[in-house]
């Protein structure tokens, strides 16, 4: 077993006002390592397609228009939130466990969202037009640092993730409460960025919560004895109407207990409230047919490094992301034998 966590680290390095520890380029490693065993041993167990290494069970990709509110203080109005806009986009609804369990077992819910159509210049030079919101149902992440995560994926990966925890009390209590999530409606979750972004000048983390939508609409429950439940209420759902959520921002307000590089730590909303950034709408649609399956499950990669420059993912998880998300989907598509494509929003199944 791989003893990261426990690592001695000299002095970080300060880059662009983040402070990276000397060992973080080991532990992205070990990460990375631990991961792409765990996918190709269930591609040789003759899992298919090739699952991605976190969030492998998808619900669906459904298809979503994005409203920017331009009501937004001047300190806000970067990148995609620049001015009134409204952008077509890619929703991918899932898992958050990296094997594909029934929708009964607790588990933490994934809300992927890609804009199409996004000019400026772009962090990464994978998607040329896009900005992705990665989140999930919980308002902080699991591990504080790259050490912190090395050490769980090791456990992940040789089944010593009890032993894990229990060596890690702070961990196991946020794996605990995250994975320990039993939800019936997955558009009735609220969803967080976790991790923090630069937005022009501004610290910020971002959230999604449901919202009332134009049209009334009802959103059910799912039977939960159904192992594929929680898809089936997408497709009831979206049968009826529409599904609808406000895209909020979060800005920093006390660097002292907001920190950019523990992922672990969660910004207090009575210090720090969330503002109105943007309205999500999810058509009434049918999005279940095979084609848009593949091509959501295999076709699409989100990361939160798909943007623009002036929204820049920061802190220790997120830098394991853009060398982690990048690298996992390359070996899925390899194995897949599929492309990786750049949605234009134009898409039609």
């Avoid at 999930?136 to 992940?156: E, K």
């Avoid at 032993?163 to 999530?181: D, E, K, S, Y």
């Avoid at 907001?258 to 672990?264: G, H, K, V």
Wanted: hydrophobic share 40%.
């Amino acid at each position: 077993m791989i003893a990261i966590a426990g690592c001695s680290a000299s002095r970080p390095a300060e880059v662009n006002g983040e402070l990276i520890p000397a060992n973080e380029a080991a532990a992205t490693a070990a990460t990375l390592a631990s991961f792409h065993a765990m996918v190709e041993h269930e591609y040789a167990a003759g899992v298919r397609p090739a699952p991605r290494d976190a969030h492998a069970k998808g619900q669906g990709c459904v298809r979503a228009t994005v409203k920017i509110d331009p009501s937004l203080p001047a300190d806000l109005k970067y990148g995609v939130f620049t001015g009134a806009h409204t952008y077509s986009a890619w929703i991918r609804m899932s898992n958050g466990a990296p094997i594909r369990n029934p929708d009964s077992m607790p588990d933490g819910r994934g809300m992927a969202i890609k804009l199409v159509g996004v000019a400026g210049a772009k962090l990464i030079p994978d998607e040329l037009h896009t900005q992705d919101f990665v989140m999930i149902n919980f308002p902080v992440f699991f591990s504080a640092t790259v050490a912190d995560y090395a050490g769980l994926a090791n456990a992940l990966e040789h089944g010593t993730v009890k032993q894990f925890v229990m060596a890690n009390p702070q961990t196991g209590r946020i794996v605990a409460a995250m994975g320990g999530q039993t939800v019936d409606n997955l558009f009735k979750q609220r969803y967080f960025s976790m991790s923090p972004y630069k937005l022009g000048p501004t610290y910020v983390k971002f959230s999604t919560r449901p919202a009332p939508c134009p049209i009334s609409s009802h959103l059910g429950s799912a039977d939960m004895s159904d192992s594929n439940g929680l898809r089936a209420q997408m497709v009831s759902d979206l049968s009826r109407g529409d599904a609808c959520f406000e895209l909020q921002l979060q800005p920093r307000t006390d660097p002292a207990t907001m920190p950019i590089e523990d992922a672990s730590a969660l910004w207090d909303e009575s210090k720090a409230p969330f503002v109105n950034a943007a309205f999500i709408d999810i058509p009434k649609q049918t999005f279940d047919s095979k084609a848009q399956q593949k091509f959501c499950e295999e076709n699409l990669s989100f990361t939160p490094w798909h943007g623009t420059t002036d929204f820049r993912p920061v802190g220790g998880i997120n830098r394991l992301r853009l060398v982690a998300y990048r690298a996992g989907s390359q070996l899925r598509h390899a194995l897949n034998h599929a492309a990786s494509i750049e949605p234009t929003g134009n898409e039609r199944f």
